[in-house]
C-alpha cells in the first residue's frame, strides 16, 4: 500500500528526530536496538558485533541454581532454566520468582552488548513447578477431551501463569506419539494416533504463543504479545516409539515409518510458529538423536523449514558416548554439527564453553554453524520482544492461581474422564450418575484424598509426590464429592477398609467411590514392563465392590491391566492424572456434566500384547482406541 507524500513526510521527520536526539546524547544508532528495523536486519547487525566468547555464550542454557549475576556477565549466558523442582525457594510466590530472574536480567544487560537471557521452565500442563499454580490434567488426558479450543484456551492459561511468575519460555509441548504405554512419559502425550497429537499440537502451540498471521512465513518463529510464551515442541523425533517403551532407548523403524508416525506433529508445529525444538535421548535406529544431522539439520532444518532455534534435552551431550563425559570434547563437536543450537549444560559451563571456544579457534566446528546457532537464538529472542521487554511485569502477579484458569481446568477434568463401564450386566439401571441424595455413601482408595497422587509427575517436584501438601492450591477427589453430595449425606472416608469390618456395615452404604492408581513418577521411573495397579490397589477393588455397589476410578497415567477386576466393579472411569480440580470428577460423577470422553489410546487386556495400537493388524483390546460411554446430564445442580 502506497504511503500519502503527507505520512512519508511525517515518517521521513521521525527518522529525522530520532537521529537528531542521539547525535545531541552522543550516544551511535544501533541498528539490533531499533525495534523499527526488520527483525533479520537486527540479527545480523547484532552478529557482526559479537566475539566468538559472546556468541558462545548465548548459546548455553544454564540452571538456575548456578546462574549468579557473575556467572551470566563473565561467560555471556544465553539462557537459563529451572530443572524439575529447581525453585528460588519454597512455596516460592509470583513476586519471588520475578525477582530472581529480574536481578539474572539486569546482569545479561550490563554485558558489552546488553543481550538479554531467555528463561526456560517446564511449563508442561500448567506452571507445574510453582506453588499455588493452576495444575492442568496432563496431555493423555487432554487427548481424551478430544476438545482442541479447550486444549489452546489451556496453552493460553499456562502461559499467563508462566508470564506472571517472569517466565517467557516453557519446554511444551510435548508431541510425542506414544506407541508403547509402558513408557514412563506416555501421560505427557495426547495419543498413540498421530493425527490426534497433530491436531492437540497445533491449537497448545497457538495457545501458549499465539495465533500465527495468514501470511506468516512457515518455519518462522512467532510469539504474539507480553502474555504469550515461546513454545518447545519435544522430544525431537520418536520418542514415543522406542523398544518395549524404554525411556531413552532405541526407536527401531524404517525411515518412511518414522516420518508418517512420528514427524506429522513437528510439522504442525512449525507451521504454527513454534519457536524452539528439543530433542529426544533416545535413538533412532542406533543413532543418537543428538548426533543425528539427517533429521536436525536435513530435515527438521531444511526440508520443513524451521526457523526457530533446536535446543537439547538435560545434560544430553554427556550421554553420547558411554561411559558419559568420557570423550565430552567429541561429543560436543558431533551435536554442534548436527544441528544443535543452544545446549543445556546446567553445570558444566565452564568445560564447555572452553571446549567450543578451542574447537572454532581450531577449524573443527565452522565459525559458520555457531554463526547460524546464535542467530536462530537472536531470532527468537527478538520475536519476542526482549530487547524491548526484558524484564518481569509485576502486574501479571494475579494470574498465578487465578480461579478463570482454575474453571479451565475443572472443565478440562470433566471433559477427559472416559465411563468404560456403567452397570453390570443384567442390571435394569446405569450404575451413573450418583444421587446426591444418598443417606450413606463409602469412599476408599489411595487416591480418593491425595492432591499429590491426582497431579502426577512433573508437579512441584520432577517426580512428583504422594499427598496435600504440595501444590498450594486443589481439590481432591474426596473434597469434591463432599461438596457434591447433599449436606444429610453422610460420607465415611476409609482409605483401605477392613474386609471383615466391611462386611458387617456395607448394607449401610447406597454406593461407594473407590479411588485407586499409579504414584507418581517421571521419565524413566515410570518405565513399567507389567502396568499392573499398584497394591493395594486390586484387594481394595475386590474387597469394596464385592460388598458395596462400586464406581472405580482409575488415576494413572496410562491404561492398567484392569481386566481381572472389571467383573466386580458396577462403573469404571478412567480418570487419566486430572491435577488440581477435583471438583471437575465430581461434576461428572453426579450428573451436572454429562461423560464424553474418548479413549486416547487402546486400552489392552493384558501386557504380553504390547505394543498394539489402533491398526495393527492384530488388534484385540479390552476397550478399542476412541472408546467411551456417554451420559447426558442428569438435570439437577
Same mark, same amino acid.
Given at each position: 500500500?502506497?504511503?500519502? +507524500?503527507? /505520512? ?40 557482526? %558485533? ?38 528460588? /525457594? ?54 481424551? *477431551? @478430544?476438545? +482442541?479450543?479447550?486444549?489452546? %484456551? ?24 506414544? #506407541? !508403547? +504405554? ?77 516420518? %508418517? ?57 554427556? @550421554? ?27 553445570? !558444566?559451563? +565452564? ?15 565452522? =565459525? ?7 542467530? #536462530? ?36 477434568? %470433566? ?74 449425606? *453422610?460420607?465415611?472416608?476409609?482409605? @483401605?477398609? !477392613? ?72 462403573? =469404571? ?22 461423560? *464424553? ?18 491398526? !495393527?493388524? @492384530? ?10 460411554? *456417554? ?7
Amino acid at each position: 500500500m502506497a504511503r500519502s +507524500p503527507a /505520512a512519508t513526510a511525517v515518517a521521513c521527520l521521525l527518522v529525522a528526530a530520532v537521529f537528531l536526539t542521539t547525535a545531541a546524547a552522543g550516544a551511535e544508532y544501533v541498528k539490533y536496538k531499533d525495534p523499527k528495523q526488520p527483525i533479520n536486519e537486527r540479527v545480523q547487525d547484532l552478529l557482526s %558485533r559479537m566475539t566468538l566468547e559472546e556468541k558462545i555464550g548465548q548459546m548455553s542454557q544454564i540452571e538456575r541454581a548456578n546462574a549468579t549475576t557473575e556467572v551470566i556477565e563473565k561467560y555471556f549466558i544465553g539462557s537459563v532454566l529451572s530443572g524439575g523442582g529447581s525453585v528460588p /525457594a519454597e512455596k516460592a510466590t509470583a513476586s519471588v520468582w520475578q525477582k530472581m530472574i529480574t536481578a539474572m536480567q539486569k546482569a545479561a544487560l550490563k554485558t558489552r552488548l546488553g543481550i538479554p537471557i531467555i528463561y526456560g521452565i517446564d511449563a508442561v500442563h500448567g506452571n507445574n513447578n510453582v506453588y499455588n499454580a493452576t495444575i492442568f490434567p496432563h496431555n493423555i488426558g487432554l487427548g481424551a *477431551t @478430544r476438545d +482442541p479450543t479447550l486444549v489452546k %484456551r489451556i496453552g493460553e492459561a499456562t502461559a499467563h501463569e508462566a508470564r506472571a511468575t517472569g517466565i517467557p519460555y516453557t519446554f511444551a509441548p510435548c508431541v510425542a506419539v506414544c #506407541r !508403547d +504405554p509402558r513408557w514412563g512419559r506416555c501421560y505427557e502425550s495426547y495419543s498413540e494416533d498421530t493425527r490426534l497429537v497433530q491436531l492437540m499440537t497445533s491449537n497448545m502451540v497457538t495457545g501458549l504463543q499465539g495465533d500465527v498471521p495468514a501470511n506468516h512465513p512457515k518455519g518462522v518463529p512467532f510469539v504474539g504479545g507480553s502474555k504469550k510464551v515461546a513454545g518447545c515442541a519435544k522430544h525431537f523425533v520418536g520418542d514415543g516409539g522406542t523398544q518395549r517403551g524404554i525411556n531413552e532407548n532405541n526407536t527401531v523403524l524404517s525411515f518412511h515409518d518414522l516420518m %508418517r508416525i512420528h514427524m506429522p506433529p513437528y510439522d504442525n508445529a512449525v507451521i504454527k510458529g513454534i519457536s524452539t525444538v528439543m530433542i529426544s535421548y533416545s535413538s533412532f535406529n542406533g543413532v543418537k538423536m543428538h548426533e543425528n544431522k539427517n533429521l536436525i539439520t536435513d530435515t527438521l532444518k531444511n526440508k520443513m523449514n524451521f526457523r526457530g532455534f533446536v535446543i537439547t534435552d538435560w545434560q544430553a551431550v554427556d @550421554r553420547i558416548t558411554n561411559p558419559p563425559h568420557q570423550h565430552y570434547y567429541h561429543s560436543i563437536q558431533e551435536t554442534i554439527h548436527a544441528g544443535i543450537d543452544m545446549v543445556m549444560i546446567p553445570y !558444566d559451563y +565452564p568445560e564447555f564453553v572452553a571446549d567450543l571456544v578451542k574447537q572454532v579457534k581450531q577449524g573443527q566446528i565452522r =565459525l559458520d554453524r555457531v554463526n547460524d546457532a546464535v542467530s #536462530r537464538i537472536l531470532r527468537v529472542k527478538f520475536t519476542m520482544g526482549l530487547f524491548e521487554d526484558p524484564l518481569p511485569d509485576p502486574r501479571l502477579h494475579k494470574e498465578l492461581g487465578a480461579q478463570e484458569h482454575r474453571a479451565i481446568a475443572r472443565e478440562a477434568v %470433566r471433559k477427559s474422564l472416559v465411563l468404560l463401564k456403567n452397570g453390570k450386566k443384567g442390571d435394569k439401571q446405569a450404575m451413573l450418575p450418583l444421587s446426591k441424595k444418598a443417606k450413606k455413601i463409602l469412599v476408599a482408595g489411595s487416591h480418593a484424598h491425595d492432591l499429590g497422587n491426582q497431579c502426577g509427575g512433573w508437579t512441584i517436584k520432577r517426580q512428583g509426590e504422594s499427598g496435600n501438601n504440595l501444590t498450594g492450591v486443589g481439590t481432591t477427589i474426596l473434597e469434591a464429592i463432599k461438596k457434591a453430595v447433599s449436606k444429610n449425606t *453422610t460420607v465415611d472416608f476409609v482409605e @483401605r477398609p !477392613d474386609k471383615d469390618d466391611l462386611a458387617k456395615s456395607a448394607g449401610d452404604y447406597e454406593y461407594a467411590v473407590v479411588a485407586v492408581g499409579e504414584p507418581p513418577y517421571a521419565e524413566t521411573a515410570g518405565d513399567n514392563q507389567n502396568l499392573t495397579i499398584p497394591a493395594p490397589g486390586p484387594e481394595v477393588i475386590k474387597d469394596v465392590c464385592g460388598l458395596v455397589k462400586c464406581v472405580v476410578l482409575l488415576v494413572s497415567g496410562r491404561p492398567l491391566v484392569v481386566q481381572p477386576y472389571v467383573d466386580y466393579m458396577d462403573a =469404571l472411569v478412567a480418570a487419566w492424572l486430572p491435577g488440581t480440580e477435583g471438583q471437575g470428577v465430581s461434576d461428572v460423577l453426579f450428573g451436572d456434566y454429562g461423560f *464424553t470422553g474418548k479413549l486416547p489410546r487402546t486400552w489392552f487386556k493384558t501386557v504380553d500384547q504390547l505394543p498394539m495400537n489402533y491398526g !495393527d493388524k @492384530r488388534y484385540d483390546p479390552l476397550f478399542p482406541f476412541g472408546y467411551g460411554i *456417554t451420559t447426558k446430564a442428569a438435570g439437577h445442580k
